[in-house]
């Protein structure tokens, strides 16, 4: 028996297909502790779960910046140091941003 009870899942993904069989790995099984024998006959059930899809469209801004601060940056300083200035007022100027970058690198 959990001490503290269910915990919740939420999972969010923009391309994953079947949305159904997805949610219900997520979700998993919880074991049925109402039958006597439940620790020596572990029966288990499908968790409820909900399935929450917006069906509208989506309208994107995408720009690719490279700030000058790091293209004239010293030979032996880090990228990531001329990097962090910008990157913190373009965090805070928009509702959401993604950064993507090539290789894991050492910050």
């Known amino acids: 028996m959990p001490l503290a009870g269910e915990f919740q899942r939420l ?22 502790t109402t039958k ?12 409820t779960m909900g399935l929450i899809e917006s069906d509208q469209d ?6 690719i910046r490279y700030p000058t601060e ?11 140091d001329s990097l962090v200035e910008y990157f913190c007022k373009k965090i805070d100027a928009n509702r959401s941003t993604l950064f993507f970058y090539q290789q894991p690198c050492s910050v």
Request: charged share 20%; aromatic share 14%.
């Open 36 to 47: 006597p024998d439940y620790v020596a006959n572990p029966q288990y059930y499908p968790r």
């Open 70 to 80: 790091s293209a004239e940056r010293a030979a032996n300083e880090k990228i990531w």
């Open 11 to 32: 999972a969010l993904s923009a391309t994953v297909k079947p949305m159904q069989i997805v949610a219900e790995f997520i979700a998993g099984y919880s074991l049925d």
């Open 58 to 63: 989506k309208v994107y801004q995408v720009r």
